[in-house]
């Protein structure tokens, strides 16, 4: 079975290194606590309301100075930790962090008030709360799991590709050391973004529960680099030069051109919530239907479709199952494959929950204007 799958290589660790991978998560989890904690920070106001106060929450972000810091730690490898050691480690490492983060969210989901959930399975996927910070504010839970999260992703597709390299050398495929640059990309625009996270999904409607828990930490840190599980195990497709040349070039467009629709949609949003009558990029008049104290945009790319970042994220998602050059693989199309399940589930939920907060009769309106929910003219 394993050799079927093609990932005996993550399994060559000694008993020794498969307990230090299973242990790695939980070391991982509490430097990076330590160092969001200890560093230094700027403390933003956010889209969420704390009841408390009636005032927008405050957040403490140092998620790029702890990116940063990570990232030299690994390259330089001054801790002994080889660079290609949580690749290597992978697959133990998921087995530990999903056990780990059962313990942290039994703690943290039984620690609360039982609340309106009374099923306690369903409240240890769900959580009972939607907030909760530690030391005087200092950390927030959930900004600690996108920088966990984020940052793992980054390293763990920098050390599948420093293993990738070490074992073909010259007959590396290039599309590998691309892909763990796409993902590097990916994380540093998206600490250098940290402010825009409080306005989205997550941080917004989420609880606390093991299905955060385990996605935050688990799932984006580890998980997400699923495709290398397969394909770091395979050399250069073979290409002639002038195919790999459209190849490559090919699927970097592509991967611009997603996260230029991402990052732009993402943008105009984060603008309008903070600045509703403001112009996006001085250009894109806001246009929005009123509901009671509350605004709709449908302007810009707000006005393509009701949910057009998801879509930049598909075409991302799909230059990072080309850029192998393995396309009939399917560990290829894994990441791929999560991405386009979970926004099309996402985008229904999301709707059910605007019907309720707008008003059915204001989300009916607005979906007869944008009457795309992601892709236009097509869904």
């Not at 910070?133 to 950390?139: A, D, G, I």
């Not at 699927?251 to 991402?262: A, M, R, Y």
């Not at 984060?270 to 996006?280: A, G, V």
Request: proline content about 4%; hydrophobic content about 50%; glycine content about 10%.
């Amino acid at each position: 079975m394993i050799d079927w799958l093609g990932i005996g290589h993550l399994l060559e660790l000694s008993w020794t290194e498969a307990i230090a991978g299973f242990f790695t998560p939980l070391a991982i989890f509490a430097v990076f606590f330590l160092a969001q904690l200890i560093l230094p920070g700027r403390r933003v106001p956010g889209y969420v309301v704390d009841p408390a106060t009636g005032e927008p929450r405050r957040y403490r972000l140092n998620g790029l100075l702890v990116f940063a810091i990570a990232l030299i730690v690994w390259a330089t490898e001054i801790t002994g930790m080889p660079r290609d050691w949580f690749y290597r480690s992978s697959i133990y490492a998921v087995a530990g962090g999903t056990l780990f983060t059962t313990i942290f969210t039994i703690v943290a989901v039984f620690g609360q008030p039982q609340g309106r959930i009374k099923n306690p399975i369903l409240a240890l996927w769900t959580g009972r709360v939607q907030e909760w910070s530690l030391f005087n504010n200092r950390v927030d839970v959930k900004m600690y799991f996108y920088v966990v999260g984020g940052t793992m992703l980054s390293l763990n597709a920098l050390s599948g590709a420093v293993y990738h390299h070490e074992r073909f050398g010259d007959d590396a495929n290039l599309g590998v050391f691309l892909y763990a640059g796409f993902f590097t990309f990916y994380v540093l625009d998206y600490f250098i973004f940290e402010r825009v996270q409080l306005y989205t999904y997550d941080l917004i409607h989420e609880n606390l529960g093991f299905k955060l828990f385990w996605g935050g930490l688990v799932v984006y840190g580890w998980l997400f680099i699923l495709p290398l599980w397969g394909m770091a195990a395979y050399p250069d497709p073979g290409f002639s030069p002038a195919w790999t040349s459209v190849w490559l070039t090919g699927t970097v467009v592509l991967f611009l051109f997603g996260w230029g629709i991402s990052r732009s949609a993402n943008l105009q949003k984060y603008t309008f919530k903070r600045w509703p009558e403001r112009k996006f990029l001085g250009l894109i008049e806001p246009q929005y239907i009123e509901a009671g104290d509350r605004k709709i945009l449908c302007s810009g790319l707000w006005g393509v479709a009701r949910h057009f970042n998801y879509l930049g994220e598909g075409f991302l998602a799909l230059a990072i199952a080309l850029v192998f050059g393995y396309f009939a693989n399917p560990w290829a199309w894994t990441y791929f494959a999560f991405i386009v399940t979970l926004f099309l589930w996402r985008q229904r939920v999301d709707d059910r929950f605007c019907a309720e907060k707008y008003g059915a009769e204001k989300w009916a309106e607005y979906r007869a204007r944008v009457k795309y929910r992601i892709f236009p003219g097509v869904y």
